[in-house]
Nanobody, 126 residues
Framework: QVQLVESGGGLVQVGDSLRLSCTAS????????MGWFRRTPGQEREFVAA????????YYHDSVRGRFAVSRDDAKNTVYLQMNSLNAADTAVYYC???????????????????WGQGTQVTVSS
């Protein structure tokens, strides 16, 4: 079983950048497709970005495509979410997620996630 710990959240201004990190322990990230989801108060958890185990496939939610970038460094057991041009709608708790599916599979649904991190708050202030 893998444990996921996010870091890098915080309070930023509109237009700023932030990089989230998710470090795995217990099992190597190379065993998983990795992703990021987020949740705002009163809303369901929604997909943000994910990268397949092979790193061959990357998907983004339409609202973040072109602004966010997901990447992985399996040597460090870490996955990143680089967030640029942040706006108020990006304010949420961001969750790291892992899926133990096929090598080129990219999880985009909550139901496809096997493991979750505890979340890190990102607040974008205007």
């Amino acid at each position: 079983q893998v444990q996921l710990v996010e870091s890098g959240g915080g309070l930023v201004q509109v237009g700023d950048s932030l990089r989230l990190s998710c470090t795995a322990s217990g099992r190597a990230t190379s065993n998983y497709a990795m992703g990021w989801f987020r949740r705002t108060p009163g809303q369901e958890r929604e997909f943000v970005a994910a990268i397949s185990r092979s790193a061959k496939n990357i998907y983004y939610h339409d609202s973040v495509r072109g602004r966010f970038a997901v990447s992985r460094d399996d040597a460090k057991n870490t996955v990143y979410l680089q967030m640029n041009s942040l706006n108020a709608a990006d304010t949420a708790v961001y969750y790291c997620a892992a899926n133990s599916g096929a090598s080129d599979f990219v999880p985009v649904l909550v139901q496809q996630i096997d493991y979750w991190g505890q979340g890190t708050q990102v607040t974008v202030s205007s």
